[in-house]
Every structure is written in structure tokens, then in C-alpha cells.
């Protein structure tokens, strides 16, 4: 970073963020049919308005907030500049900004993906990104190595709740299932961050799955979707989690989002959600 002190690594800030506003993390989904109950346009103007109620409501109650990227690419260029706009709000809010934007690719392509939303100086620098392994984990060298130059963070898809995901993600083979090596690799890339607990590189695992990966040796975040309206419960949540449970965000969207327009309903969800999930190292 020129001109200024290095940014902490990722695991580190999101420790903090955690120890001082818990483990929800609330996610930015303008989808269409949303954005018409709150009586907005499906159009750039509707998803602006749409985010800025969402980080009145809740930006400053959580440790990190989540925008899903598809819903702000539907629109442009002028989606994408809406887009910009919220992650640098989000981290005036005092919360860390997750990019849920699925990238996955090789080579220069990855790279390009990496460089835009992992380098210092990019419109569309975020805290952390969501990431896909299905071409090979190593496909995303590039993007952990941005990451760990920059102080960013990667949250990496091992065992999705979709149905579909299923039959790939518990393939086995020498390594135990598909999934599981996702999760052990990733625990290998933070291991190598000698003193930094919890590493920076995480993994995505479902709530609602029946036969999630093994986290014990992760020795970095979780991010958790499919907690609320989509079935996952607080049980779940710690059944799954295991040893990694001070370092996971559990994600709410729906539950969060269907209380607006109105800003205190929301705000008010969030604040009763914050207390359920709120984990400690003894918890």
C-alpha cells in the first residue's frame, strides 16, 4: 500500500470485527422481486436506494456485510458503479465487505479477477471474496497470492446446500471427498501463515448439509450461508462448525431483508439475529 502502513491481514481484522460485534453477517440481495415489495424500480436507481437503507439498518451492527454481485451486474455499468459506491460504505460503517461474486477460472483470467477485486486502488476492492475451486484449487494461486499481499481475504465454495452441488462435492477419492480436500488445502495455504490465527483463507460451507466437511484444521474463517428462511438453524450452525465456530459468519439475508423497507424493522431483526450469533472461543 503506498503512502500508508500495511493493511492487517484479513483473519486478523475479521477476529477483531468479531470479538466486537459477533458472527452474523448480512447479505445485500437486491433481487428483483425484492426490490418491488419495497416498492423500488428493478433499475440502477432501485438497487442504490435499496442498499442504502440496508447499511442504515445494519452496516454498523455487524462484522461484515455481503453483496451479492449478480444482482448489481444485471444493470451495467451503471450496477457496477452502485456496487463500488457500497463497498466503500461498507467499510466507513466499520464492517468488512465480502464480495459474493463466485470467480473461478485459470491462468491470466484469474489474474484479471484477482487484480480487480483484490488489489489495492481497484473500484471494486473488497475485504473478502467469495471464490469457486471446482477447476482446480490451484487455479486461484493467483488470487491467494493477491490476497495475502494485500491483507484481503478468500472464502473458498467446499460444501454448497444446493441440491445440485451434491453429487460433485462428496465424490471421494484418496483424499476423502471432494469437499473435504477443498477444506484441507485451504487449512494448508493458512498454516503457512506462521502466527496469524485465524489465517486469512476460508471456506463456504452450507448450513443446511447433512454431511459437511471436517473444519478442525482449517485454522481460518467459515462463511455459512443458508441459516433462517433457507432451514439452518443455530444447532446446525455449531454442528457443522465445530472447532471453527469463534471464527465463522453466519449468514442472513432473506430474513433480514423482507423486515424493509421500513429501516428500524430491519435494524431491529438484525439486532435479535446479532445476539443468537454471537460466539466466543469457550461457546
Keep these: 500500500m503506498t503512502g500508508s502502513a500495511p493493511r492487517a491481514p484479513f483473519g486478523a481484522r475479521l477476529r477483531a470485527a468479531i470479538t466486537d460485534r459477533g458472527n452474523l453477517c448480512v447479505g445485500i440481495d437486491p433481487h428483483p422481486a425484492l426490490l418491488r415489495s419495497w416498492g423500488l424500480g ?23 456485510v455481503k453483496p451479492q454481485v449478480a444482482f448489481f451486474e444485471e444493470y451495467g455499468s451503471a450496477g457496477l458503479a452502485v456496487l463500488e459506491e457500497i463497498l466503500g460504505a461498507i467499510g466507513e460503517a466499520g464492517a468488512l465487505s465480502v464480495a459474493d461474486a463466485k470467480r473461478g477460472d485459470i491462468g491470466s483470467t484469474m489474474a484479471g479477477y484477482a487484480r480487480a477485486w483484490l488489489r489495492d486502488g481497484s473500484p471494486l476492492a473488497c475485504d473478502a471474496l467469495t471464490v469457486s475451486p471446482y477447476l482446480g484449487v490451484g487455479s486461484l494461486d493467483t488470487a491467494f497470492d493477491a490476497a495475502a499481499e494485500t491483507g484481503r481475504g478468500l472464502f473458498v465454495l467446499a460444501r454448497t446446500s444446493n441440491p445440485e ?53 482449517l485454522s481460518g474463517p467459515v462463511l455459512m450461508p443458508g441459516v433462517g428462511e433457507q432451514g439452518g438453524t443455530l444447532a446446525d450452525v455449531r454442528r457443522i462448525a465445530g472447532a471453527a465456530l469463534p471464527n465463522t459468519l453466519v449468514n442472513v439475508s432473506r430474513h433480514v431483508l423482507r423486515a424493509g423497507p421500513d429501516v428500524d424493522a430491519m435494524r431491529a431483526a438484525v439486532t435479535e439475529l446479532a445476539a443468537q450469533y454471537r460466539f466466543t472461543e469457550n461457546s
Excluded: K, M, W, Y
Design 165 to 217: 452441488a451434491g453429487s460433485l462435492q462428496r465424490s471421494t477419492g484418496p483424499a476423502g471427498t471432494v469437499a473435504q480436500s477443498v477444506v484441507d488445502e485451504v487449512g494448508r495455504r493458512n498454516a503457512r501463515s506462521v502466527g496469524v490465527v485465524p489465517g486469512s483463507f476460508g471456506v463456504v460451507v452450507g448450513a443446511t448439509v447433512a454431511d459437511p466437511p471436517r473444519l478442525d484444521d
Design 42 to 64: 428493478t433499475d440502477a436507481a432501485g438497487i442504490a436506494e435499496f442498499s442504502r437503507r440496508s447499511l442504515e439498518a445494519f452496516a454498523d451492527l455487524v462484522p461484515a
